[in-house]
């Protein structure tokens, strides 16, 4: 059974600092890439980073870039999301994701796995 676990999230003032986690189990994912995604009520899910499955390569959404830095750490199975300079806008439930394969895709329907999800709330 595979499963993904976030944690992390919270209630932040605009312009803080969160860093989310992505605990994996179930089977090794260091072969495969991993990705963030969020979703603000109303919107559809979104991609905000992934990362390759070695870690070399990262990719971010236009909005996260700069701010946000995606790793992993294959030895634990972890994934994480550092978040700063948070604005209201990233206000939304972040997602982590396993895809079958090692590259990064932005599409959320290429992923298989999903975590159930962390709250993020920045307040302005």
């Known amino acids: 059974q595979v499963q993904l676990v976030e944690s992390g999230g919270g209630l932040v003032q605009a312009g803080g600092s969160l860093r989310l986690s992505c605990a994996a189990s179930?089977?090794?994912?260091?072969?495969?890439?991993m990705g963030w995604f969020r979703q603000a009520p109303g919107k559809e899910r979104e991609f905000v980073g992934g990362?390759?499955?070695?870690?070399?390569?990262?990719q971010y959404a236009d909005s996260v870039k700069g701010r946000f830095t995606i790793s992993r750490d294959n030895a634990e199975n972890t994934l994480y999301l550092q978040m700063n300079s948070l604005k209201p806008e990233d206000t939304a439930v972040y997602y982590c994701a396993v895809r079958g394969g090692v590259m990064i895709r932005m599409r959320y329907e290429e992923y298989d796995y999903w975590g159930q999800g962390t709250q993020v709330t920045v307040s302005s």
């Open positions: 179930g089977r090794t994912f260091s072969s495969y890439a």
């Open positions: 990362i390759s499955w070695s870690g070399d390569l990262t």
